[in-house]
């Protein structure tokens, strides 16, 4: 594989920005009714659970590539051969691409459900891939810049989930805690899987980082920086709404709670938290569709141009064809069984291969 | 022997022909005198010479002094410039600057220059664009020679380099770079260099022309170099490691590599006390977003979310809009179309008449047109205070960029409401992002994030804080003083 140039790189720091910003989006909207139907008020449990576990496997992923000579792809072609290789490869290929589309489906259906009903989604996405490819065209430190601008710009509506919904708390719901069995909390953070996903894009923009060995505490503290954010939020829904059949019955529990956000001159606050949010969105689409992207540049070879055409043109016919219901929600559950599969099953494996190769090679 | 008389005769024969040339215009002048003791012909051209310089350091002492060879008369002549030459080129563009030839036949070489330039500049003058109530009032003038001078008397060390070259295969005008060798990086400096240098073009008659065909990407409404007509500034920005380039007849010097918010820091921000004109960049910056957004803000809520305003706002709203025809988009085009004639018919006139246009537009047309019913009188209002607001940057070219890009998002606030001002946001910053000033990020230190450098960006730290040159310029001295001097921390009562 061609060694990256310098002036395309980023520097260490900016991980926090590109892990904390895949992993938070879409998810945070709605994730609560899924948690809270299996392990209830104690939700919050399950979310510092998932959060200990991705620390583990962004540290399995960094041992991973430091064994390698370049990304993911590089490293599966290396170990399994061309063909095996490169089909495992296409695998997290349609991964990236799918999740990249799941994430502007869901976007879409909120602004449907949420703020223009008759929304032309034939336009809206031609916009939304023009300015993708706009972004693309710039490498990936524009990319980078998005990440951080989604997280940075943002940050204010923060408060909001922190200063209004506070006000009507009752500090009693969480009480008594730890009521589920850790069957039930265990259940709960399965269901926090396809929120958290994201950070396995390191895989792809790992040779793209300058001083790689400092960026590994970045991408722990981005991740910390992502768990903590859905503990506050689970835990200010939780004291929140009245009941657990609250929750469970808005599909979306965060932008429900928007609605008792009153400003002197701003009523109905979801329609400016709605449209900030895809200021959040869109790095989470840039970054997994550039994995899908820079993955397909290095298996094929083809110039980056041509893949970012064509991969934008079939985003955009399979955006405009899941509307349903049933198919997003079909879309989302696939998703969540290939984030289960590739990401929490196949990493280990990964890690232990290469680990019994490294062990080989030095006996030998 | 042959080859000597060829080379004597082709040379013979190329003065005849610059004289042939010269002749054809009236105002090169060519006559022989002859003194009590020599015979001598003198050419130069009466527009571009300095009677002065010619009687009195010239003319007097060929007359009153004996000579006999053109050697003697090179040292006896009190002229800074003056040379010996057989090369015709250089006779023609001396001649063309202004200097005076002497010669012993009439097309006889070996030929004496003797520099007589006529120096015709402005005074050195108040600022007009970059003026400050406090700071220096010195500006620069159309003269390059006057211009470094401006410079170098503000920077009296040996490290400041000055490079000329020529640009412009018409106007042949004289350019230098100037940069502070040691901490200015090298790089940077033959980045400039190499792009002037490869500049194609038959006539330069500003520095904007430079700006444009050295800038990173031509196709953007953004400026990416600087310019600024305050030697202080120019001084300032050396000392930070940046490079200058002078262009001789524009009194704007550009400065690069530059970043966006430094077109939001005026100069005076500097002779202001800290507190103070952290203060004044924080309302400047808020002024900016008011002026693009404001307008956009108001279609987008009027168009599709009215239930974002309080009940009681709510009927202010819909009272100024009962009688308005169109709909807001057409309403918000219309005013701000109205404001852009306004500010353009009045830039183009003098000042005096100016002011008329000005009182005009605002009160006469703006009452009108809500009396009328065509516009709603919060509208007029907002799109007033944009236009205000606008004009709070300190940079010119950039302020027109500000008022450009509210269009934009006006169109996207029309299709999309909110969602749309968003999205034409996501635009503006992918276009930020791949912007680069001479190859250096132009949204540094924003992104890439370097806390070191937003010191200097939306606030101005004191002076004993900014230890530190811009790590964006990569500078050969990072540090700019010592920090333990620079902070001498004491205790109470001490």
Known sequence: MAQIAERHKVSAPLVFYLVHSTQFGIGVLGFQKNVVKYAGHDSWISVILIGLIVHLYIWMIYQILKRSSGSLMTLQHDLFGKWVGNGLNIVWIIYFFLGSCAILIGYIEILKVWMFEDLNIWIYTAIFMGLLYYIFNGGFRVVTGFAFFGVVLPLWIFLTFLIFPTRFADLQHLLPIMDHSPQEIFMGTMQMVITVIGFETLFLYYPFVKNIDKSQKWAHIGNLFTTCSYIIIMIVSIVYYSAEEEILRNKWATLAMWKIVELPFVERFEYIGIASWSLVILPNICVMLWSAKRGITEIFGITEKKVIISVLVVMFFIVNVIVDKEDIQLLNKIINMYALGIVFCYIPVLYLITFVRDLWKRRT | ?494
């Not at chain 2, 004289?174 to 500049?199: C, H, K, M, P």
């Open chain 2, 1 to 494: 022997m042959s080859r000597m008389y060829k080379q004597n005769w082709k040379r013979k024969d190329s003065i005849e022909k610059l004289f042939a040339v010269f002749r054809s215009s009236t105002d090169f002048i060519q006559y022989d005198v002859n003194t009590s003791h020599i015979k001598y012909w003198i050419s130069y051209f009466e527009t571009l010479v300095d009677v002065n310089i010619l009687n009195e350091n010239i003319l007097k002492p060929i007359h009153s002094k004996y000579w006999q060879s053109l050697e003697e008369l090179k040292n006896i002549l009190p002229v800074k410039d003056i040379f010996l030459t057989i090369d015709t080129d250089l006779m023609k563009e001396k001649l063309l600057e202004g200097f005076v030839m002497i010669s012993l036949s009439e097309y006889g070489s070996p030929c004496l220059l003797v520099n007589a330039k006529l120096n015709k500049a402005r005074e050195v003058t108040l600022p007009e664009v970059e003026f400050t109530v406090i700071g220096p009032k010195e500006a620069f003038v159309e003269s390059i020679e006057s211009n470094i001078n401006l410079i170098r008397k503000r920077l009296p060390i040996e490290e400041l380099r000055i490079r000329t070259l020529k640009i412009g295969r018409l106007t042949q005008t004289r350019l230098a770079i100037i940069y502070i060798e040691g901490i200015a990086d090298e790089e940077n400096v033959f980045t400039v260099w190499q792009r002037i240098s490869n500049i194609q073009i038959d006539q330069v008659n500003d520095s904007s022309y430079i700006t444009e065909m050295i800038s990173d990407n031509h196709n953007s409404p953004f400026p990416q170099l600087l310019d600024t007509e305050r030697p202080d500034r120019v001084v300032s920005i050396l000392a930070e490691g940046k490079i200058a380039v002078i262009v001789d007849g524009s009194p704007h010097v550009l400065i690069g590599p530059t970043t966006l918010v430094e077109f939001f820091a005026s100069f005076e921000d500097y002779f202001l006390n800290w507190i103070l004109s952290s203060f004044f960049r924080i309302i400047r910056l808020f002024a900016v977003s008011f002026s693009i957004l404001a307008t956009p803000i108001y279609v987008a809520v009027l168009n599709y979310h009215y239930e974002l305003i309080p009940t009681d706002l709510l009927n202010n709203f819909v009272t100024s809009r009962r009688e308005v025809p169109v709909p807001p988009f057409l309403e918000a085009l219309f005013l701000e179309g109205t404001i852009e004639l306004l500010r353009e018919a009045g830039a183009r006139l003098p000042t005096k008449v100016g002011q008329t246009i000005g009182i005009v537009g605002g009160i006469v047309i703006g009452t009108a047109s809500v009396e009328a019913g065509l516009t709603s009188n919060i509208l007029l209002i907002i799109v007033a205070l944009a236009a205000l607001a606008s004009f709070t940057t300190p940079v010119y070219k950039m302020g027109n960029t500000i008022r450009l890009l509210r269009f934009p998002f006006l169109m996207f606030a029309e299709m999309y409401g909110l969602l749309g001002i968003v999205l034409c946001f996501c635009f503006l910053a992918t276009h930020l992002l791949r912007l680069t000033s001479l190859g250096r990020p132009f949204l540094e230190p924003i992104y890439p994030p370097r806390i070191t450098d937003l010191k200097d960006a939306f606030l101005r730290m004191p002076f004993s804080m900014m230890n530190e040159r811009p790590k964006q310029l990569r500078t050969e001295q990072p540090k700019r003083m010592d920090e333990e001097k620079s902070r001498e921390n004491k205790d109470i009562d001490e």
